[in-house]
């Protein structure tokens, strides 16, 4: 199955991507041919900063990226998964708990090490717009 038909059955809430650029301005693509670019290796996977999240309880819901960009985080998982973007010092849990087999929910968790100030449920709140 081609990485633009997979995508299509993921996620099919974003109609397209606009990239910024210095030299021809604002360039709108539809996502369907972002993917396909992506794939063809004729655009790069854009890397992310997330900056602040939104919480409900103890589960992250919303990202806002340095960018200004805010999505849900099953919206970023997906375009990452598509290989769209690339949430930077953090990495995707998708997995299947061994006790139960049950499919634990796609998030993002800080690659281990000794500090705690890096966690990704430590970055600052902020409250979604939509």
Known sequence: MSVARRWKDLWKSLRSLTYKTQTQGDIVLPIQEVIQR?????????RMFASRINRKYSVVKDILFSSSLELHVSE?????????????????????????????????????NDSRTNNFESLPRFDPTD
């Open 38 to 46: 992506i794939s063809d290796n004729q655009l790069a996977t854009v």
């Open 76 to 112: 970023s998982i997906n375009l990452q998964m598509a290989r769209v973007l690339t949430l930077s010092h953090y990495r995707i849990i998708d997995s299947y708990r061994q006790d139960s087999g049950k499919r634990i929910k796609a998030h993002y968790r800080a690659y281990a």
